[in-house]
Structures are given as C-alpha cells and as structure tokens.
C-alpha cells in the first residue's frame, strides 16, 4: 500500500495545484469508428491488488466476482499473512492500527496473520520441508488460480508487518528459492503454478524498509540470484517505488546496482495514486518516463509495471463513497483505456477485494469502480482492436474491438473531467506515525518531480457523443444494439436495445461526466 510513504513524501513538499476548467456541456463529442481497420489487440490491464479470498474475518469469497471482472492478474500483497515470507504483525503497532482501529478485528488479523506467514521461525533450517508454514498461502495462490487469472509474486511483507532487513540475506535468498520451488516444481508436496512473475519487496522508499539502500540492492540481488537458480524462466524485479517521479535512490540506485553486478531485473516496478492531480493521463506519462530511464539504463528488454495505482490512496471511511461512485469507475475507465497506447506492460489496481479501498461490499456486491472493471473486461470478448477516432487524453476516451468471428462489435466509452476547482486532498497522518516517518532513514527528493501536473486542461464537447460507425463486418445484415452504462442514477444496467441493419451506424446521446458506457452490437 502506497499511502503512507506518499503522504510522508507531501509533509516535505509544497502542494501543487490541477487548474482544470469546468467541463463544457454544449457540445457532443465527434466519435469516428472504422469497424474494417484492425489496429492491434485489446491489452488486459485488470490486474488487482488483493486475493479473492477474505483477508480478515467476515468478508466475503469473490472467486466468482473476480472472474465477471475478468481479473488477469493478482498479486499477493497486502495479504496479511498468506504469502509474506517472514512478516511478524504485533496488535500495538502503529501502523497496523491506523489500519484497522477496531481492536477486536486486529487482534483477529495479529492472530491470524502471524500463523499464516511460510516461514515463522527465523532459526528454522530453510532446506527443510518441516520449517515451511505453505498451507494459508497454498489455499490462497489456488483461489486465485481458480478465477483463472495470473500469480504476480509479491516478495515481502504486508502492511503493518516489522520493516527491519532480515538478519540473515543468504538465508532469506534461500527461504525465497523454496518458495519458488515449492509453487512451481511440486517440493515439499507443492505444486506446478509456473508463476512468472516474482516482484521483490514493496515501497522500500516508504514505511516497508527501515535498512539503507545499499542492503536493499544487496538483498535483492542475492534473492534473484536465488530466484534464478531454481528456475532461470522465472521474470525477476521490483521494487514497488511509492515514488516514482524523483530521482531517488531506491530508483536510479537499485538500476546502477543492478548494472554493475549484472543483476538480473526483468522488470521494474512502481506506484502512482493521483492525489495531487486527478488526471487519468498521468499514468502514461510516467509509463513513458520509465521506458526511457529503463533504456537509458540498459535495459530494453525490461518491462514496466504499475503494480499499485487508484484515484487516491486513502483507505479510511472519509472517501470511500468517491472511491466506490461513478467518478472513481469514469477515472478508472479513463485509465484503462488510455493504458491502451501506453509502454506499460502490466497494472495491478489497489485493491480488489471487499477490504479497504475494495471493489465489493461484505455481501460480494460489486460498487461501481467495480463495474468499470467489468465493463472493461467485457471488451476482451472482442479482442481484435478496431479504430477510434475523436476521444482525447483529457478524460473523454474511447476503446472499440470486434470478435475473431465478426459477428460483435464493441465501444467503451469513459467521459471523466477534474472537478472543477480541484485541490489536492491527502489522508490526516495520526501524530505517532509522523514520528515514526521521522526516523526512517529516508530522504526526501531534491530534484523537480517527473510528472509535473497539467495545468492547461480545457474540456470542450464532453456534454455527450455523436458516434459513427462504419464497415460493420456483417454487411446488410441486421443486428441488436445493447448500450448499458455507470453514472450516478446507473449501475452497468441496460439503458437501451433496439434493432438495425447494414454495415454503418449512427448512435448520439447526452453522456455527463462521471459516466462510462458500453456499447455492444451483435449480428442477428
């Protein structure tokens, strides 16, 4: 989790402003589609932060849910127990108990959470099967295989856990490897996953790592070593930045290291909540500024993934109703449309679940930034990416794709604006974890951030669509149009189907913002 590190990080810095001007609502935006121009694939960027199984007591199972949301992606953080290596949860920290105040569920998650971590005792022999706590972890890695998607490794420990170094490196690297064996080469009665992707630690630049970055770099080169000598198909990176729009030295510093000690790093991983701007186009700036530092680098080859990002990162009750509504799911939609073109090759959202900053509520009822998520993942029914032109980088944007059997078209459409006026708002830090923060060996930035906010953002003709379709790939054939939509009134419901023929279209309606439709057409 990404939140306390940032607001340690805007305690030291001036606040910047979005200057965004109020939408415009007298004009339909121009939606150009060219159903016969096929111009890539539809990418999957529904990646989730948070198992669908319950973290903590009372929250309910979401196998079915996440495979509605068509989630390709999982990845074991913030699993409080399950999947950390050696995390050890105490019922008075402080970090854990702005987490979950009521005192009744911590000690449920302190206890649980300890008896599920695989490697509890650090005097253990690492070779042996017998030192290995798998079971709360196995039943978690199967859950979510079962909704068929992908294992993103966090290798760590969740939030609230101890932040110290391990006191032995070499013995962790090995507990790490046999982990890695144990889920993809059946040791110790385990199993044949093939998880790819192992990503070291999360935010060493925030309150995860109390050590200095010289052991962080160390640390992680003996773990991806290890990594590698159990399996050398397996993809090794991190490290999670909570920062990653300063030169820093958990940045540029691991990159140098890596460098050279010829450290393997498959890919680089980083954070990016939108506090200071709310601008849904962030994510690929910085997408592109990570392609370029990677590159320059020496490492063209490595990919770029955001394994942590959402409108905000506060996790308390104050803004929970923005991120559940219709401007979170229109920010949302944003994003994962514009991650389309982006040089970014994986997003993990924080967080899926029915936890904190979650998609469901305690019955497994989606909210609606879940049924962004869903609308989205829809548009993988038809993969083959046709073209769009019209949508901007703005907010108002637009993702249309057709079937491998030509026989449905569909369009996604997001209409997001800033809210006019819109300043910056960061979670109240409670007193001890400030001092807390103040001694962690971290060091603010210095030098002017990588993502400066846009302040030249105009809204014009986002009052709705008018929206043209040509060389519909069934000819004069007739077929059904199915619109459904999220909005403050709607909830992804059917808003209007109808009947037509032939190979072009024309569909306008009024769409405001904080509204995401889908459009579906399907031959008769």
């Known amino acids: 989790m990404k939140t306390l590190s940032d607001f340690a990080l805007l305690l030291l810095m001036p606040c910047s402003f979005a200057l965004a001007q109020s939408p415009t609502e007298s004009g339909f935006r121009n939606l150009q589609i060219d159903a016969g121009k096929v111009v890539g694939q539809i990418r999957s960027f529904q990646g989730l932060n948070g198992q669908p199984t319950p973290v903590v007591a009372g929250l309910p199972n979401l196998v079915e849910q996440y495979k509605s949301l068509h989630v390709n992606m999982v990845r074991t953080h913030d699993m409080m127990g399950p999947a950390d290596v050696d995390a050890h949860f105490e019922f008075n920290g402080i970090d854990l108990t702005w987490l979950i105040p009521d005192a009744k569920q911590r000690a449920g998650v302190v206890e649980t959470g300890n008896k599920s971590v695989i490697f509890p005792n650090p005097g253990a022999d690492p070779e042996k099967p017998e030192s290995y706590n798998f079971g709360p972890t196995d039943t978690v890695i199967a859950a979510i295989h079962s909704t068929g998607a992908e294992v993103y490794y966090r290798v760590g420990r969740s939030w609230g856990a101890t932040i110290e170094p391990p006191a032995d490196f070499d013995k962790y690297a090995n507990v790490v490897k046999h982990i890695a064996l144990h889920y993809n080469q059946g040791w110790a009665n385990g199993f044949h ?106 490492y063209p080859k490595a990919e770029s993934i955001l394994s942590e990002w959402n409108l905000i990162a506060d996790f308390t009750d104050v803004v929970k109703d923005e991120l559940q509504g219709p401007h979170n799911a229109a920010f949302i939609g944003s994003v994962l449309s514009y991650l389309q073109d982006s ?120 009052a709705g669509y008018d929206l043209t379709i040509n060389n519909l790939p069934w000819g004069k054939a007739g077929f059904t149009i199915k619109r459904y939509r999220i909005s403050k009134t709607e909830d992804l419901q059917l808003v209007e189907e109808k009947s037509a023929s032939g190979g072009s279209l024309k569909l306008s309606n009024p769409m405001v913002t904080d509204t995401v439709e889908l459009i579906v057409l399907q031959r008769k």
């Not at 400030?434 to 930035?445: A, D, H, R, V």
Request: proline share 8%.
């Open 343 to 462: 040089p970014l090759d994986a997003a993990i959202f924080y967080r899926g679940d029915a936890a904190w900053m979650g998609l469901f509520d305690l019955q497994g009822r989606p909210f609606r930034n879940a049924r962004a998520f869903e609308a989205m993942g829809k548009m993988q029914e038809t993969p083959k990416r046709i073209a769009v032109d019209g949508a901007d980088t703005l907010g108002f944007a637009a993702v249309a794709g057709k079937s491998a059997d030509g026989k449905t078209v569909q369009i996604f459409i997001s209409n997001y604006a800033i809210p006019a006026g819109y300043k910056p708002t960061h979670m109240a830090v409670p007193a001890d974890v400030l001092k807390e923060i103040q001694q962690l060996p971290y060091k603010p930035p210095t030098t002017p951030s990588e993502l400066p906010v846009r302040k030249d953002i105009v809204y014009r003709d986002n």
């Open 193 to 298: 996953y093939r998880i790819r992707y192992w990503e070291f630690w999360n935010e060493p630049d925030g309150l995860f790592w109390s050590g200095a970055p010289e052991q962080f770099y160390q640390l992680y080169e003996k773990t991806a070593r290890a990594l590698k000598s159990a399996d050398p198909t397996v993809k090794v990176g991190g490290a999670a930045l909570a920062d990653p729009a300063h030169v820093l030295a958990f940045r540029e510093g691991l990159l140098d290291y890596c460098t050279a000690h010829k450290t393997p790093l498959d890919f680089y991983s980083w954070h990016l909540y939108n506090d200071e701007s709310s601008d849904p186009y962030d994510a690929v700036r910085l997408a592109q500024n990570f392609r370029k530092l990677l590159d320059t680098h020496g």
